[in-house]
């Protein structure tokens, strides 16, 4: 089956968006961006129709599917826009920047029978599946504590991030709403949402912004503690997860694509490698999941609730901060 997928914000993620959709040969692709410069590039480029103005081409008909890849407080508005017009949404992460109407989208995509997901793309990591499908397993027991350890040399790898949403909390920046966020989205998967976090985050080293690139959380999800500590300008690019229970660990190694579990009694991890793949690679198996998604298979993606609860996490990682206090995470309905 073929789909026409529109993607709205074509800047750095929304042109691998585009890109992959059109690798998986199920979609016919236009691209949306103010920017008319970059439009005639993308157009160059992949082959693809464009438009300045997304409502236009929605009028014009014929899209069923579509990519948001606008600034995190244009999430939310466009998505019901979207959803009222019967186009099912894959929204980049964040969800948004505030709780605002993010009930009302819940809503609005219930009533429209349409699908919603967030592109969180850490769940479609073959590492991440296969160590979560044995932690849900139950072998090991619950899972007392997690642990996050991560860090990358983000000057180097997004050299223009001063010039971006990055630079601003409001658009969705700052390493809490932009690097922290697919970690933390991914273990709420494995132990549940947050329900309070303490938080410690500073702008350490990373020119041109005031934004925060060092952070440091500690957090209660139920009756699981947690740590995350990240920063974005360490030499290695590494990220290193755990979960310990009371009989045995597991260790993710995503820098090295394996994943270990220690049994009590073990001396040593039993790794298992996963095959690396590419991250054009990961974002085209994320698109066919989606696709699959509006073809009524089941959904393997970070859903909309998903999102909500790791929104919730970062709006009170920030305001603990700011406050120097533990933060409980708002419900979504309060």
């Known amino acids: 089956m073929s789909h026409s997928v529109l993607i709205i914000g074509c800047g750095s993620i929304g042109e691998r968006h585009l890109r992959c ?5 199920r979609a016919r692709v236009t691209g949306c961006d103010t920017n008319a410069a970059l439009l005639t590039r993308i157009a160059a480029t992949y082959q693809v129709p464009t438009a300045t103005a997304w409502e236009q081409v ?13 600034p995190a407080p244009a999430h939310v508005p466009i998505a019901i826009k979207l959803l009222q017009a019967g186009v099912h949404v894959l929204i980049e992460k964040p969800l948004s920047h505030t709780l605002q109407d993010v009930d009302t989208l819940v809503d609005t995509r219930d009533r429209s029978g349409r699908q919603v997901s967030v592109a969180y793309v850490f769940h479609v990591f073959p590492v ?8 849900q397993t139950g072998a090991l027991g619950p899972v007392l504590q997690a642990t ?23 658009m969705g920046g700052g390493a809490i709403q932009d690097a922290l966020t697919h970690a933390v989205n991914w273990v709420e ?25 060092t952070v440091q959380v500690s957090a209660r999800h139920g009756s699981t503690l947690a740590s995350y500590t990240l920063n974005q300008f360490q030499t290695p690019n590494e990220t290193t997860l755990q979960f310990h229970a009371g009989a045995g660990s597991v260790k993710i190694e995503l820098h090295r ?17 996963v095959p690396p793949l590419e991250r054009d690679d990961l974002f085209t198996a994320q698109a066919n999941a989606f696709l699959d998604q509006v073809e009524g298979r089941p959904s393997t993606l970070c859903t909309l609730e998903a999102a909500a609860h790791t929104l919730r996490f970062n709006l009170a990682a920030l305001a603990a901060a700011a406050s120097g206090t533990r933060i409980a995470c708002r419900p979504l309905h309060a």
């Open 189 to 213: 998967s494995v132990i549940g949402p947050a329900d309070s976090v303490l938080c410690d985050a500073s702008h350490q080293f990373l020119p041109g912004v005031e934004v925060e690139d």
């Open 148 to 170: 996050v350890t991560s860090g990358q040399p983000f000057h180097l790898l997004r050299p223009a991030y001063a010039q971006t949403y990055y630079r601003d909390h409001r």
């Open 128 to 135: 991440l599946r296969a160590a979560r499908e044995f932690l």
């Open 58 to 70: 929605l009028t014009q008909g014929g899209i069923d599917c579509a990519v948001i890849c606008a």
């Open 21 to 25: 959709f059109l690798r998986t040969g």
């Open 257 to 273: 694509q394996r994943w270990g579990v220690c049994r009590a009694g073990d001396k040593d991890w039993t790794w298992h490698d």
